[in-house]
């Protein structure tokens, strides 16, 4: 089975700009989650969807977005970037109701604000 | 609401010595309860999950059981590895189904 794959790998975005990260879910899982993680901290929970809508967020501003499409993959976007989001961030996979089984995540994007 | 506290590191071990990462968390209702570790320039990887009290999780060597009454799931190694050496995150299932982490504990192995 393959796995949660994130792209691009590194990206350098100026104060300002947009950006979009993009998710691919590890196959069989439905449900997909994104996390920030600043250096040096645990990850943050940014929001999840399932069936292509939003169904739960974490404590960010509204200019983080998302997307859910129908194969599941997703979307993270950040408008408006500020020198703070420069993080890693982290997709994840799940199957909703099997919440027991944890997540599986994939290799992050490494976001730089300049 | 749910949150997780670890122990502070960085922790620095020699090869073949015992590892005692610990995590308390405070919770309403039974979370379950996860050890991801992160290595290098990597994202998480799951190491050990538990349910519900008292399910001990294990993986690779490392233990943790969950434990209700002390509201803890501490991680431990008989005898750790170089290759051990990363960064240990505690985590527990939030009122989303999201997951709440602690702040990390890095792990040095030294040979």
């Known amino acids: 089975e393959t796995g949660v794959t994130q792209s691009p790998t590194h990206l350098i975005k100026t104060r300002g700009q947009q950006v979009t990260l993009r998710c691919s879910s590890q196959?069989?899982?439905?449900?997909v989650s994104w996390y920030q993680q600043a250096l040096g901290q645990g990850p943050q929970f940014i929001f999840q969807?399932?069936?292509?809508?939003?169904?739960g967020r974490g404590n960010f501003p509204p200019r983080f977005s998302g997307l859910q499409f129908p194969n599941y993959s997703s979307e993270l976007n950040v408008n408006a970037l500020e020198l703070d989001d420069s993080a890693l961030y982290l997709c994840?996979?799940?199957?909703?109701?099997?919440?027991?089984?944890?997540?599986?995540f994939g290799s992050g994007t490494r976001l730089t604000v300049v | 609401g749910n949150s997780v506290t670890q122990m502070e590191g960085p922790v620095t071990l020699s090869e073949e010595a015992f590892l005692t990462i610990n995590c308390t968390y405070t919770?309403?209702?039974?979370?379950?309860l996860f050890w991801y570790v992160q290595y290098p320039g990597e994202g998480l990887q799951l190491l050990l999950k538990?349910?519900?009290?008292?399910d001990k999780g294990s993986n690779k060597g490392f233990e943790a059981t969950y434990r209700k009454e002390t509201t803890s799931f501490h991680l431990e190694k008989g005898s750790v590895q170089v290759s051990d050496s990363a960064v240990y995150f505690c985590?527990?299932?939030?009122?989303?189904?999201?997951?709440?982490f602690g702040k990390g504990t890095k792990l040095s192995v030294k040979p």
């Open positions: 985590a527990l299932t939030g009122s989303q189904g999201n997951l709440i």
């Open positions: 969807y399932y069936r292509e809508e939003e169904n």
């Open positions: 196959s069989g899982h439905n449900t």
């Open positions: 538990a349910t519900k009290a008292d």
């Open positions: 919770a309403t209702g039974y979370p379950s």
């Open positions: 994840a996979s799940s199957f909703q109701g099997d919440k027991g089984n944890g997540y599986t």
